[in-house]
C-alpha cells in the first residue's frame, strides 16, 4: 500500500516507518522538520534498506500538501504532524489551531483532491481530561483541560464529520497513552530539542548525564507510592497498533476511536526504579511540587483495540527503559551526535 505519512520524521513517525516498511508497504514522508531531523529518516533507510520519498514542507501549505497528494496518490494517510508541548499551547494557541486544525483541514482538502479516503490519526489520551472513572474507556466524556488537548478533540470532530461526507472513507483516530522508549537497535528514538516535559526522556538525559537529577512532582497523589501514575507504552507496539489500524481501515467504510495503551499504570517511582535497573546506574531524584494540571492516575481500557484491531501492547516497563536507554546512551546529544546523512 502507498501510504502517505505526516511527520514522519518525529519520534513515533521514525518507529512506524520502520514498521511499515517492515511490512512492504510504500512510504512519503511529508515533514518540515519543525521538530525533528533529516538524520532520524538516514537511520530509516539505513535499517531497513529501503528508499523513503520525502517532501520537505509544512502542513500549514495547502498548495504543497496538495502537490504531495496528487503525485504521490497515497492509498492511506498517517497523520503524525502536530505541535505538541501543552505549555506552548497554552502561550500560543493560535500556532496550535494553525498547525494542528488548519493544517488537518488543509491535508482533508489534498485527501480529497486526490481521491485517497483512509486516515489514520495521532489523537491523544489527554483529550479525556480528568477521570471521572478509570480505567479511561473510548466512551469517557472528552473535556481536555489544555489548547494542545482542545486541538486534538476538534481534529477527531473534523474527520469524523469528513468521513459522515464520504461513504467510501474510513478513519482510525487513535488516542495514544504515554509512548516511550525506543527501536532495539538504539539507531532511533525520542530526541527533544528543549528541556524534556515528560518523564522518560528526563529520565534518560539524567541517566546519561546530561542533566544532574529528576524532579518528582508530587508524591502526595493517591496512588500506590504516591507518585503520579501512567500508562507507559512502548513506541515499538505503538508504530504497530499503526499497522493494525491500516489493516483494519481497509476492511471497509469506519470511523472509531481506539485507546493505544497497555492497560497498566506505573508511577514515576517505578519508572525510575526500572530505568535504574536498565541502565546499571543510580538516578538522582528528588520531590518537588506537583506539577499544575496533572493527575493523579491515567490509563487505558484496552479492550477496544483488541477487538476491533487485534492488536494488543507486548513490551513491558524494562523493554521500555532498555531501549531508551540504548538510544541514550549510543546517541548522548540525540541525533545532534550524527553528521547530517
Ligand atoms: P514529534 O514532534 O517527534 O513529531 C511530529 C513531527 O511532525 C515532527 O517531525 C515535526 O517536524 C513534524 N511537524 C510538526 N508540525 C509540522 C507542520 N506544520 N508541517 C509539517 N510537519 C510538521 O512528535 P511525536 O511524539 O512523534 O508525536 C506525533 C503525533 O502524536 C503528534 O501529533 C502528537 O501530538 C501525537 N501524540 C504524541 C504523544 C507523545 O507523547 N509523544 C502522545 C499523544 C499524541
Ligand atoms: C503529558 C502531557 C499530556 C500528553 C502526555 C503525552 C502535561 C501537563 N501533560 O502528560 O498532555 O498527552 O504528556 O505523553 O504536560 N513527572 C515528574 N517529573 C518530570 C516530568 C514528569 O515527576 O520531570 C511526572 C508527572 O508529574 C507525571 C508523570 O511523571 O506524574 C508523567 O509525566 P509526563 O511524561 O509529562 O506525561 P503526562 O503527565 O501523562
Known sequence: MKVLVTGGAGYIGSHTLVALLAAGHEVCVFDNFSNSSPVALARVR??????????EADICNGDALMQATTEFRPDAVIHFAGLKA?????ENPLLYYANNVAGSV???????AAECHRIIFSSSATVYGRAQYLPFDEQHPVHPT???GRTKAIVEELIRDWAAAHPTASAVLL??????????????????RDIPNNL???????AVGRRTSLAIFGDDYNTRDGTGERDYIHVVDLANAHLAALDYSEKGPCCEVVNVGTGRGITVKELVAAYERACGRNIPAQIAPRRPGDVASSYAATAKAERLLGWRAALDIDAMCTSSWRWQSNNIE????????
Open 46 to 55: 539505513q535499517l531497513t534498506n529501503r528508499d523513503i520519498r520525502l517532501v
Open 86 to 90: 501543552v505549555g506552548e499551547s497554552s
Open 106 to 112: 488543509n491535508l482533508l482538502a489534498a485527501m480529497d
Open 146 to 148: 489544555n489548547p494542545y
Open 175 to 192: 488516542r495514544y497513552f504515554n509512548p516511550v522508549g525506543a527501536h532495539d537497535s538504539g539507531l532511533i528514538g525520542e530526541d527533544p
Open 200 to 206: 522518560m526522556p528526563f529520565v534518560a538525559q539524567v
Open 334 to 341: 540525540g541525533y545532534g551526535d550524527a553528521s547530517a546523512g
